[in-house]
């Protein structure tokens, strides 16, 4: 069994940054790759960004630049530090572990909110 727990979201101007932060615990040695996702009102969860095992990392065009993905794996920790917010990146962003057997581990989500 893996959960994860992120942190960090929260209310910005755009412009601003912040950075969230994923602890996995559990059955760590399972977990194959770890990414970000965000889901806003009204539309499908996506991908912002995803780091292998291996240090490998793939960001969408909408984010590429503005956007880093980093693990701190002493910590069983994934970051994701935003930058240059817009208010379209607006969403829960949620933490998910893709598992060597195939599966996939979500977290509960966190609100970012960017607006002036």
């Known amino acids: 069994q893996v959960q994860l727990v992120e942190s960090g979201g929260g209310s910005v101007q755009p412009g601003g940054s912040l950075r969230l932060s994923c602890v996995a615990s559990?059955?760590?040695?399972?977990?194959?790759?770890m990414g970000w996702y965000r889901q806003a009102p009204g539309k499908e969860r996506e991908l912002v960004a995803a780091i292998t095992s291996g240090g490998s990392t793939n960001y969408p065009d909408s984010v590429t630049g503005r956007f880093t993905i980093s693990r701190d794996n002493a910590k069983n920790t994934v970051y994701l530090q935003m930058n240059s917010l817009k208010p379209e990146d607006t969403a829960v962003y949620y933490c998910?572990?893709?598992?060597?057997?195939?599966?996939?581990?979500w977290g509960q989500g966190t609100l970012v909110s960017v607006s002036s």
């Open positions: 998910n572990a893709h598992l060597y057997s195939g599966g996939g581990v």
């Open positions: 559990g059955s760590i040695f399972s977990i194959n790759a």
